[in-house]
Structure formats: structure tokens, C-alpha cells
């Protein structure tokens, strides 16, 4: 059977015409000239099913919540389904399942059916994530902060559902294939997050509730020929937010939560294909509304305004061309972006926040146009190099802005080498430079910001960035992976903001096949952030600065046993260990506290082989974990500050899971 399947398979290679656009069919194949008369397949003539089903049994041993995030299964007894399994009918219509820990804290279910016109797709997701356990002087009683008498405990956690279903048709009718398709999801998000609002004058930091709901609807048609292909598109989306803002008593709104809004797209697309070349391109048009009449303070707008009336509209055009032509392939680009913002603006008094208080300034409706473009060019020079140059462009308008044009250009060169069978090596390097119209602050834009001072996604920049990528296998099963990468910063015209930036990393990637049965691998990974900023204490020119180095590491090493027991058995572990922290000196005063995270984690596995077609797999996992934060106080620590306590982290967590699966 496997002899005749790969004969045919030969033939039709021999047969086929170049692969058209947009076409995933043999309908256009040659094979007037093949026989027949011998084809055949046995396990074809009926219902068929592959993949497996199983279940998943767990215990989570810990006093931390958080351990959720890491294990995808909170403290105590756990279930969950798990699946990777097709069945298919006589006519080739088949029902394929797929589900991950459905059932526990977090975990995915999908049930596709795909026929030979109409597919459907049935989803179903749960994501449950945890910050810590806030303890605050206010409850929340659906639209008021309540003052307690003692604080409350309020669990920070986020809980997210997902349910989405997706139909698609498609038919060819002469020589034009089309399809339509439909998809519809609602998600919803509830539980509490971190907020604060200013009460008394005071700062004030509370567990402020989540409730909401996000629906989105996608639809299309898509249309293919000989050699081009054209798409209609639309997309949107419906936010609802349950809690519309947060009072106190009779000081009215504190804060105003997320509005209710909407956002909808139209697109249209189209591919053509002459020869060696392909051309794309792409027309969208948006529209994004947001119509609410809650305001954190009615007394900071204009009478007779009731509601936001708040609209955006956005337009987009995409243009690819792709070419190849003597062993060089050409490509260019440009992309098209407008965001019109036709939201009304009125005449308000600032908040009492500073001395600023009572000047009226005029509430400006921001507009953003952006142009990007760029070139490349790859040329195989040899067998063993390919050279890639290429150029990329990027310029930026925008309204009441301290830079209304903003102008980016980048070079850059990447060089592979093939140098033989078991070593290849890449080489890029990039330089991008950043200046633009005169900076100045305006009262539209930034009045209470020092005439010197930068923003650093605006400010004049200079970017230098190389990449090295070795591969190298020096002797039979062992691959050996190095990736190095810096990246420098230098805000040429700055005085105060952000000075120069240094990013500095590397990753390094061992696997080792020692036999048949046992195989090893190791890894590791460091990140270096390093960046400096000047301030002025006085609002005038620099006087201080502080210099930030952020550091991330990582390391591992795991190893594999199979082939046990009369191949029955196979066994596993692997142990990580991952950091991060940031260090902050201040050229006045003393040097910011600890602020850091570690984690060492284990991983032990196994599979046994209970029958031909059931598996028995036990897995152990062990985290120590531990962050702190010095910006974290405990509640009213400070006098006139009330915080939410010490969310800091400091735990062991062990996952014990049993899982059964049967082979279909």
C-alpha cells in the first residue's frame, strides 16, 4: 500500500502545472496519461477515527494564589479533558476535537467539522489569572466605594471566558473557486484589578471591580481565479461595561471606568500573480464610536453636554510587490495609515491638580497620518551566501502634538552563510535614524512640561542593532544554537528625558541525542537593559540624573528515557530556573530598593504504555518562587497614603497530575 501511494504521489509530481493562487486543489492536474485501473485503498472504504481522548486528574499543593498563573490549576483537586482526535465518514467529512485541561482554571475546547463545502468551528476558552491578595479600606457596592471599619481581603484576580462559533462555505462554480465565511465570539472578563483615585486630597489605592463583555463578529468573501485572488472583509467589535463609574457619597464620580464603544472595518484585498512576480494590496476603512455621558466631574464641561459623541474614523492602504528574476528577489512595500479624530472639542477648567488650576485650555480632537515604505533586495551570490540589503521608512504627522512630523530611516544588511552541511551562520546589521520638524511645547499639547524636555518616542534618535545566529552541528545527533544580539540608543538632542539606551542579550540552545533511548538538551539566556535620563528639579536645565539597568535571565537543562519496559515506558525531566531585576541609581539621594523575581522549577514525567491503545502518563511539578517590590507598602504605612498592602510573592507550589488517555 505505502509503495503504491508513493508511486502515485511521483507521478502526479511529473504532472501537475505550477501551483496557481489561492488554489489547494488537483483539479487542474494533467493525469489523462496515468492508469488507474490498480488504484486502490482499503482503509478508504469506511469510517475511520485517529488521535486520542483523556482525562486529566490533578492536586495543587500551595498558599499562593499566583501559583494558578504558572500551573493553569488553582490549590486543591483539579479535572480537566484532554483531547486530539479526527473522525471521519465514508464521504471524507471529518470531526476533529481538540481540548487542553478543559474544565480546570485555565484550558481550551474546539470542535471543528469540515465537510466537502461547509466547515464549522466551535470554540470554547477560560483563562484565570491572579495578582495577589489586596487588602483595602473601601468595598464596592455596585456603584459606590464603602469605607469599612477594618480592611477587606479582595482577591485581585481576573476570570475570562470565551465562546465563539464559525461558519465558512466554499464551491467552485466554472473555472472561479469562492467562499464565505461568518464568525461570531463573546468574551466575558470579570473579577477586580488594581486602581487608585485621589479622595481628600489624597492618594488612595483600591481594588477597583471588572465586568465586562466583548463581542466581535468577522465576515467574508473571498474569490480566486487562475492567477489572482480577491478578498471583502469585515470585522467588529461591541464593548460593554457593566460598571460605569465609581462615587463616594456626595462627592459624586471619582474615577469613570471604561466606556461603552465600538469599532468596525471594511477591507478589501486582492493577489495577482504574472509570471515570477506578485502583487498584493489592501484598501480598510474604520469607524469607532463611543457615545457614554459619564464623566468624572459634570461640572468640568460645558452645559448642555450630555454624551461624549465621540468618533474616530481610520483609513489604511497596504501595496506589496514581490519579484525574482536572476537569482536576486526584489520587494517593496508601502503602507497607508489615517486616524480622523471627529470627536467635538470644548472649552473646560483644568482639574485642581496644581498651581495650573483655573486657566481654561481647549480640549483638542488629535489627528495621526502614517506613511511607511521600504525596499529590499536578496541575491545568492554563491551557493553557500545569499546577501539581503534593504531600506525602511517611516513618516509620521500628527496634530497638536509638541512634533507634528516625526521622520525615521533605516539601513540595513544581513549576510547568510551556508559554509557546509552542518554550519550556518547569519549576520545583520542595522542602523536608523530618527529627527523631524521643530520640537516645541504648546499650551494644545504639553504646558506643563520644561521646554527641554524630550519625549523619547518623538525625540531625535539614533539606533545602531547587530544580530548573530550560529547553527552548527559538529558530530551526529548534536545541535548546537547561538543567538546574540545589541542594540544602542543615542537621543542625540536630548537634555532631559531619555539620554541613550543599551540592549545587550544572548541565547544559547544544546540538544543531544546520546543514544536511541536517551536524549538531552540544555539552554540559556541573558537580557541587559541599560539606560540613562535627566530630569530638572528646578524646571529649568538638567540638575539630576538616574541610570536604570534591567536584567533577565534564564537557564535549563531536561533529559529523556524512552523505550523502558519493552518499550513501554519512557520517562523525563527537566528543571528551569529564570530571573529578572532592576537597579536604579540616582545621582542625588539614595538608590531605589529591591525590585526582583526568581524562580526554580521542575519538571518530572512519565509514560506507560498500558495497552495497545491506552496510555498512562504521571507528571510532578515543584516551583519555588519569589518577587518583591519596594514601592509596596503595607496598608497605611505612610501617613496619607493608603495602599493596598504588600503584594509581594513568596511560595513553593507542587502539582501532582495522573492522566489517562485512549488511542482511537
Not at 470554540?123 to 495577589?132: A, G, P
Not at 480592611?151 to 462555505?169: C, D, F, H, K, N
Not at 464568525?183 to 483615585?197: A, F
Not at 552541511?421 to 542602523?431: C, M, P, R, V
Request: hydrophobic content about 35%; some cysteine.
Amino acid at each position: 500500500m505505502k509503495t503504491q501511494l508513493s508511486l502515485v504521489a511521483a507521478a502526479l509530481l511529473c504532472v501537475i502545472e505550477p501551483v496557481h493562487a489561492f488554489s489547494f486543489n488537483l483539479s487542474q492536474a494533467n493525469t489523462q496519461q496515468l492508469d488507474k485501473s490498480k488504484w486502490q485503498c482499503r482503509r478508504c472504504l469506511g469510517a475511520s477515527s485517529t488521535g486520542a481522548l483523556g482525562i486529566s486528574l490533578s492536586a495543587v499543593s500551595t498558599n499562593d494564589a499566583h501559583v494558578m498563573n504558572r500551573f493553569g490549576a488553582r490549590d486543591g483537586a483539579n479535572a480537566g479533558v484532554n483531547a486530539n482526535a479526527q473522525f471521519k465518514d465514508k464521504s471524507d467529512d471529518s470531526l476533529t476535537l481538540n481540548a487542553q485541561q478543559l474544565g480546570m482554571s485555565s484550558g481550551y475546547g474546539n470542535l471543528l467539522y469540515s465537510g466537502k463545502s461547509l466547515t464549522t468551528d466551535l470554540r470554547y476558552s477560560k483563562l484565570r489569572t491572579n495578582t495577589d491578595i489586596a487588602k483595602t479600606q473601601y468595598g464596592f457596592d455596585g456603584s459606590n466605594l464603602v469605607a469599612t471599619n477594618a480592611p477587606l481581603s479582595v482577591a485581585l484576580e481576573q476570570r475570562r471566558e470565551l465562546i465563539g462559533l464559525g461558519l465558512a462555505y466554499q464551491d467552485t462554480l466554472y473555472s472561479l473557486n469562492w467562499r464565505t465565511f461568518a464568525d461570531y465570539s463573546h468574551e466575558s472578563k470579570n473579577g477586580y484589578k488594581k486602581s487608585s483615585v485621589l479622595m481628600f486630597k489624597n492618594p488612595v489605592n483600591i481594588a477597583a471591580p471588572v465586568d465586562t463583555d466583548t463581542q466581535k463578529l468577522a465576515a467574508g468573501l473571498d474569490l480566486s481565479g487562475h492567477d489572482w485572488g480577491a478578498s471583502l472583509n469585515y470585522q467588529g467589535s461591541l464593548f460593554s461595561n457593566h460598571y460605569t463609574s465609581m462615587n463616594y457619597n456626595d462627592r459624586g464620580s471619582l474615577q469613570a471606568l471604561a466606556p461603552d464603544n465600538q469599532a468596525h472595518q471594511l477591507s478589501v484585498s486582492g493577489q495577482y500573480r504574472l509570471g515570477r512576480t506578485r502583487i498584493n494590496g489592501q484598501l480598510t476603512q474604520g469607524w469607532l464610536y463611543q457615545n457614554e455621558s459619564h464623566f468624572v466631574d459634570s461640572l468640568g464641561v460645558p452645559s448642555g453636554i450630555t454624551h461624549a459623541n465621540g468618533e474616530v474614523q481610520t483609513k489604511g492602504v497596504n501595496l506589496r510587490l514581490v519579484s525574482a528574476f536572476d537569482r536576486i528577489r526584489f520587494a517593496t512595500r508601502y503602507d497607508f495609515a489615517e486616524r480622523d479624530n471627529r470627536t467635538p472639542g470644548f472649552i473646560k477648567p483644568l482639574l485642581s491638580i496644581d498651581d495650573l488650576s483655573g486657566v481654561a485650555t481647549f480640549n483638542t480632537a488629535p489627528d495621526l497620518k502614517r506613511h511607511r515604505y521600504g525596499v529590499d533586495f536578496s541575491k545568492r551570490i554563491t551557493s553557500a551566501v545569499t546577501q539581503e540589503l534593504g531600506y525602511a521608512g517611516n513618516t509620521t504627522e500628527r496634530s497638536h502634538s509638541v512634533r507634528e512630523t516625526s521622520v525615521e530611516n533605516a539601513l540595513w544588511a544581513r549576510t547568510r552563510l551556508n559554509i557546509s552541511d552542518n554550519l550556518d551562520i547569519t549576520l545583520k546589521g542595522q542602523f536608523e535614524q530618527r529627527d523631524g520638524s521643530r520640537y516645541q511645547a504648546t499650551k494644545s499639547s504639553s504646558s506643563e512640561d520644561n521646554a527641554l524636555l524630550r519625549k523619547y518616542y518623538l525625540a531625535d534618535r539614533d539606533r545602531t542593532e547587530l544580530k548573530l545566529d550560529v547553527d552548527y552541528s559538529p558530530i551526529n545527533n548534536l545541535s548546537l544554537n547561538a543567538n546574540l544580539y545589541y542594540a544602542f540608543d543615542d537621543y542625540t538632542d536630548s537634555e532631559i528625558g531619555l539620554l541613550d539606551a543599551k540592549d545587550v542579550g544572548y541565547d544559547l540552545n544544546a540538544n543531544y541525542q546520546l543514544s536511541g533511548q536517551l536524549s538531552v538538551h540544555a539552554f540559556i539566556g541573558q537580557q541587559q537593559i541599560d539606560s540613562e535620563q535627566a530630569g530638572s528639579q528646578q524646571f529649568s536645565t538638567p540638575d539630576w540624573q538616574y541610570r536604570v539597568s534591567d536584567t533577565f535571565g534564564y537557564a535549563g537543562i531536561g533529559a529523556n528515557v524512552n523505550g523502558l519496559l519493552d518499550d513501554r515506558l519512557s520517562i523525563g525531566l527537566d528543571y528551569q530556573f529564570n530571573e529578572s531585576a532592576s537597579n536604579t541609581q540616582v545621582s542625588q539621594g539614595t538608590p531605589y530598593g529591591d525590585y526582583f523575581q526568581w524562580a526554580h522549577s521542575i519538571h518530572a514525567y512519565s509514560d506507560y504504555q498500558l495497552s495497545e491503545r491506552a496510555k498512562l502518563r504521571l507528571d510532578y511539578r515543584f516551583e519555588r518562587y519569589y518577587d518583591t517590590d519596594y514601592s509596596t507598602v503595607e496598608t497605611s504605612t505612610i501617613p496619607g497614603l493608603i495602599t493596598l498592602g504588600d503584594l509581594g510573592h513568596n511560595y513553593n507550589a507542587h502539582l501532582l497530575m495522573l492522566s489517562i488517555t485512549y488511542s482511537l
